[in-house]
C-alpha cells in the first residue's frame, strides 16, 4: 500500500504565498504521475497540477502564472509553490499519486491523501 502525507497548508492573505508538500510512503515499487487536485464544497475536485516521473507537467490555466509542482523522486515528495494566491484558491488541496506497490508491481492504483486546507483572504 501507498500512503500520501500533505503538509504545508494554512491561512494567507491575498498576494502571499505558500508551499505545499506531498510525501508517498509506504511498500512503493514505483510511482508515475504525482499532482494536486483541489475542492471547495458543493464543487467537483478540480486538477491543479501533476508531473510524470519524468517531469513532464500539466497545470491548469486558471493557475498557471502562479503555481508551480516539481517533484523529487528520490524522497518519492511532490511539493506545489503557490505565489499570489487569491481568495478564490480557497480550497482543500489533495494529493494524487498513480503507483505500484511491491506486493502487485504490474498493478497501477491511484491514491490520494487526506487533504490539506488552504485559505486565502481578502
Known amino acids: 500500500q501507498v500512503q500520501l502525507v500533505e503538509s504545508g497548508g494554512g491561512l494567507v492573505q491575498a498576494g502571499g504565498s505558500l508551499r505545499l508538500s506531498c510525501a508517498a510512503s509506504g511498500t512503493i515499487f514505483s510511482i508515475n504521475d504525482m499532482g494536486w487536485y483541489r475542492q471547495v464544497p458543493g464543487k467537483q475536485r478540480e486538477l491543479v497540477a501533476t508531473t510524470t516521473s519524468g517531469a513532464t507537467t500539466n497545470i491548469a490555466d486558471s493557475v498557471k502564472d502562479r503555481f508551480t509542482i516539481s517533484r523529487d523522486n528520490a524522497k518519492n515528495t511532490v511539493y506545489l509553490q503557490m505565489n499570489n494566491l487569491k481568495p478564490e484558491d480557497t480550497a482543500v488541496y489533495y494529493c494524487?499519486?498513480?503507483?505500484?506497490?511491491?506486493?502487485?508491481?504490474?498493478?497501477?492504483?491511484?491514491?490520494w491523501g487526506q487533504g490539506t486546507q488552504v485559505t486565502v483572504s481578502s
Open positions: 494524487n499519486c498513480n503507483a505500484r506497490a511491491r506486493g502487485s508491481p504490474y498493478t497501477l492504483n491511484n491514491y
